[in-house]
Every structure is written in C-alpha cells, then in structure tokens.
C-alpha cells in the first residue's frame, strides 16, 4: 500500500526543490535577470507581459505626492488600536514621513487620513502621464498587480525621487541586522514588498522596487517575505550591481587648503596668478620655500592669498582617502572611506550651504588635484554611510578607543574580514547609518562600560582558572530599550538597562559572561553563567 504514496513522493522531491530553489527575478536597464544566491544565471529582455502585485510600493508614490505638493501632515500617532501599528510605532509615540516609509506604516499613507480625494489624485497624476493604475486611487492596494515595465518607467520619472532615495538607504541599513548594507554599501534604494504568492496563498512573495544610487529604476520578485529576499540574495546583488558616481553627490565642502602653511605665490608657468578660480595645472609656492604641483577643474580658487577647495562631499571623501592613505585593500578604503565622511559630519563647521574645514594634520589632509578613479570608485560605494554612536578618530599606525588604525584595517583586510567587521573593531559602540539620519543602534552606557571594565580587573584570577574563560578584548555596553537583557555576539555588545541597582549589575555581569564564554559548551549554560555571576558579584 505504501508504494504508491511513496513514488508520488519522489516524484514531488525534485518540484518542491525547484520551487525552494527558484531564482529571484530582476528588472533591470530594461532586461529581465534571474539570479541564484550568488550570481545571475539567465537573462532576457524584459516581457511587457510581466506582472507583479504592488504590494507596500503603492506607499512610495503616496510619499512622493507629499513631497512634490509641499504637504505638510500631522505625524500618526500610535494608541494601540490597530494591529497594523506593529509596523509604525508603539503606544503613546509617533512617526514621521520619512520613517513611516522605511518602517512601511500604511496607516501613515492611508490617503483618507491624509485628506486626498480621487480627482485630485487623477488630475495630478494624469498631468505627470501615469499608468492607469496609478491614476485610480482606490488602486493602490497590495493587491493590485501592475507591469513591471510600467512600474519602472513611472519610477524612473517620479517627482520627489532624490529625497526618496536618500531616505531608502535606511531600509538597506536596517536590513539582516546590518548584514545588508555590508554586502551592497549604499548602491541600493528601495521600497520592499511582500504578498501572498500566485501559487500558494499560505506562502509569501516579496522583493523591492527603487532605484540604485545613480537613479536607475530597479524591481525584485521572489520566493519568501522582502527582508528573506535581501539576506539571501545580497551576494548576488552586490555582484551585479554597478559601482557609479551617485546622483547626489552631497553639498558643498568648502576647504583652506594647506592651511598651516602660508602660500607665497600660484603660477601658471611663469605667470604668478591674481584672486579668482583656477582651470588647469598650478604650481604652488610657499612662505617656507617648498613648492608643489596641483590641478583644478574650476573647483579651486585663489582668494585673498589662501587657496580655497570648493568639492561635492564626496569627491572630499575620494581626495582625503587618496591623500591619508589608499584605495587599496579595498575593504580598508570603504572602513577608512566611512570613518573619513563621518569625521567631517562630526567636525566641520557651517558656512552658508556648504560645510567648512580645514585641511590639515590636525583635521583631514585633501588631496590637490582631483580623485583617482579608484578613490571615487570606493568613495560611490559607501556614498552616503556614516557611523553613529561614537566620536570617530583615526591614525596612520596607532589604533585606541574609537580610533581606526590604517594598518590595522590593512591586516584585517587582508585576512578576509569586510568593511563592516573592520569598523565594528575600531568602533564597537558605533553603528553604520546615513548622512542625513545618524542614528546609533548601540545607546552608549559609559558608566556601566566603566564599571565592568574595571570589575575585570578583580574578577581575572577567578575567571581564568574557568575552562572555556576568554577575555574580551573590546566590547560595548548599550541601553535595553525594552524587554530582557541580552548580547549581541556578533557585534559584541551587551544591552543592559544600566549599572545603578545590584539587579542592574548582576544582568551586565552575566550578559558579559555569556560573551567571554561564548566559543565553549558553558557559555549556553544559564544555571552555571547566573552562579558565576553571582559568585563574583555577592560573595
């Protein structure tokens, strides 16, 4: 009797492993791309037939609306009385626009929350020559299916798309825990989505829809839910993406170059230069005597005697990185490239709509002619990136507390370890996060930190003669939010409420013991790690 069944059953084997297996599907630069977990396996033109159901994009041309008509809505404010408030805030808080849109709240967009009535909702789209689904208010449902050619062209045209983009490399950086961006850097700016599957309503299918940095519109449907799409397909992505020059290359960074030293003269052969902008080969003549060839492409300026930089914040990143260090190993650049533009968001000064800092030793050293193509190349993969949570400093050869050291990254990097890894080494407190939003995931504890650090101290004699004891090297204390406390291994950060009660201080003990014991059998035992604990700390 069970032969039957069971000749079904291989036979079912191979369908239910293709159906596992099956590739993710791009649109993109007008082709249809399908990709396995590490690469692209098959590609053709784009099908006008191809269809996608819309799923939580339909928020973004709700947002893109806001924007382009200068809306100025109430915040939605959380009070428990919807389910669907899990993906907006908690009871009691609010959110924002632009959070609303990483977090995909719809009770945000809702358009009758937001006042916007069909016609006009017609007319304004109509005018821009949408589709006809998006004419249609009462289509912007999950459901709705659409073409993928017609989602990419109107993505391609939609008013608001800068802004957009700049607030979507959130959804990157908040994806996998952190894993994500680590993988792409900053070439990714898109909306996710998720449905039921076409097959199977007990199943999901999920993707996104955006843009890369440069603009160009791009749109992913696969097996599982958004975020499962992007773990597991990063790899492939990041292969396939193009590295370019973003759109937005940041405003001005206004720089005194060679600032601690006094010009004497600039000349153009032998032609000593008066004030104004400069367009070709220099060459610059100090107080000190020294001299130096330089190259402007009408961004510097000869302004009262001081030579005067005025770049796109990342064309700065390039020629910083190009003069303190290298582009190569290239994970150490996009660690160093990231420790470069947030020391700038952290130490420049305001002046009209440009930032201002000097170059120096004592800042950041610019280079004087402009970025070498693999400087910008490293600079456009991590546009945009900052870290939050720390101050960043960083030296040629000597690491310390918050501080990468070149040399150091240049180890790591050649040992295999990524950017994301190199940074959390130099600056375990800090979190990768965008330019305009720097928001840190590790809320700094300095006391507690300080307590532990010191209790170390007394505790090694015990601790060492524990099997599977290992100290650790650098970690950080952060504040729990909400729940129970816990350790982050792989950033190696404890979350505790803080160090004031013996409570407080018997959770950061025992968090701290589950990450020293973390490669052995024991550092999973709660009763042994709670007893060490507490031996330590009360008796």
């Not at 791309?33 to 339909?58: D, F, H, K, M, Y």
């Not at 290359?249 to 052969?269: D, H, I, K, N, T």
């Not at 190259?295 to 796109?312: I, N, P, T, Y």
């Not at 792989?490 to 025992?510: C, F, K, N, P």
């Amino acid at each position: 009797m069970l032969r039957p069944w069971l000749g079904w059953l291989l036979c079912l084997l191979p369908a239910l492993a293709t159906a596992q297996d099956a590739p993710l599907r791009l649109g993109f630069n007008g082709e249809l791309l399908s990709l396995n977990r590490t690469q692209v396996i098959a590609r053709e033109p784009l099908p006008a037939s191809l269809q996608t159901p819309l799923g939580s994009v339909w928020k973004l041309f709700v947002y893109a609306w806001l924007v382009d008509t200068g809306e100025h809505e109430s915040a939605y404010e959380c009070r428990g009385q919807s389910k669907e408030e899990v993906y907006c805030c908690t009871a009691g808080n609010k959110i924002e626009r632009d959070q609303a849109l990483v977090k995909s709240c719809g009770l945000y967009f809702e358009p009758e929350r937001l006042g916007i009535n069909a016609p006009e909702w017609r007319t304004y789209w109509q005018a821009r020559q949408a589709p006809s689904w998006l004419q249609e208010l009462p289509s912007l449902q999950p459901a709705t299916r659409v073409s993928v050619v017609e989602l990419l062209k109107v993505l391609s045209i939609l008013p608001a798309q800068d802004q957009a983009r700049r607030v979507l490399l959130d959804v990157v950086l908040n994806a996998a825990d952190g894993n994500v961006v680590g993988e792409l850097g900053s070439r990714l700016r898109v909306k996710t989505w998720s449905w039921l599957d076409d097959q199977d309503a007990a199943s999901r299918q999920g993707g996104f829809a955006g843009w890369t940095v440069d603009g160009t519109a791009i749109w992913a449907g696969g097996r599982g839910t958004s975020q499962q799409v992007l773990r597991d397909y990063a790899p492939a992505l990041s292969a396939l993406l193009p590295v370019v020059w973003p759109v937005d290359a940041g405003r001005c960074v206004e720089v005194e170059l060679f600032s601690r030293y006094p010009l004497q003269c600039v000349l153009s052969g032998d032609r000593e230069v008066a004030s104004g902008p400069l367009r070709g080969d220099y060459r610059v003549e100090f107080a000190n005597g020294n001299a130096l060839d330089i190259h402007s492409d009408g961004e510097l300026f000869l302004l009262d005697g001081k030579l005067v930089a005025r770049l796109d914040r990342e064309e700065y990143v390039a020629r910083v990185l190009q003069r303190e260090a290298s582009s190569e190993p290239v994970e150490a650049a996009k660690a160093l490239s990231v420790a470069i533009r947030t020391y700038l968001l952290q130490n420049a000064t305001r002046n009209g709509d440009c930032l201002s800092i000097d170059d120096s030793s004592q800042r950041q050293r610019v280079a004087p002619r402009p970025a070498t193509e693999a400087s910008r190349r490293v600079a456009a993969w991590t546009a945009d990136l900052v870290l939050a949570g720390s101050t960043v400093t960083y030296h040629s050869e000597q690491p310390g507390p918050d501080k990468l050291s070149w040399q150091q990254a240049v180890e790591q990097a050649n040992a295999g370890q990524r950017y994301d890894a190199i940074l959390l080494h130099a600056y375990p407190r800090a979190s990768l996060s965008r330019w305009g939003n720097p928001v840190a995931s590790c809320e700094a504890l300095p006391a507690a930190q300080d307590w532990l650090q010191k209790q170390r101290s007394s505790w090694r004699p015990r601790l060492e003669s524990e099997v599977g004891y290992s100290e650790v090297s650098t970690f950080a204390v952060c504040r729990l939010a909400f729940g129970r406390p816990y350790v982050d291994r792989e950033r190696q950060r404890i979350y505790v409420r803080g160090v004031q009660s013996l409570q407080d201080r018997l959770d950061l003990t025992h968090e701290y013991l589950h990450l020293a014991f973390e490669a052995h059998p024991n550092g999973q035992d709660e009763h042994y790690i709670e007893g060490l604990a507490r031996h330590l700390l009360l008796e």
